[in-house]
């Protein structure tokens, strides 16, 4: 019984995250990514450092799967929770769509 739960309870949250990304706008994501992100991941999604990774051209669920971990917490990183911590599921849902138009 509990594992029935667990996998309606994972596969509803795939559905919710599928439908926030395919509901996303991308020329907000890219706003709030030149706003937000640029420092670190850089210009067009190609980062500044060997340590921040490349998000240019990454599927938008992915994005959307990570930075809710960083915001919930449940994926560790003492520099992205806090940048993530103040994101909307829209917010996020917009940058994972306009990281995932550009070329890696």
């Known amino acids: 019984m509990l594992k029935t739960v ?5 596969v509803l949250a795939g559905m919710m995250t599928a439908s926030t990304a ?5 020329a907000a994501g890219q706003k709030l990514y030149e706003s937000t992100c640029m420092a670190c991941h850089g210009a067009k999604g190609i980062s500044i450092a060997p340590i921040y990774p490349n998000l240019a051209g990454q599927k938008d669920q992915y994005v959307v799967l990570q930075l809710q971990a960083f915001r919930a917490g449940t994926r560790k990183n003492a520099i992205m ?3 993530a911590k103040n994101l909307t599921d829209t ?12 070329k890696p």
């Open 22 to 26: 395919n509901a996303a706008d991308a």
């Open 6 to 10: 667990f996998v309606a309870g994972a």
């Open 81 to 83: 929770e806090p940048m």
């Open 91 to 102: 917010n996020i849902g917009d940058i994972a769509a306009y990281l995932a138009t550009l």
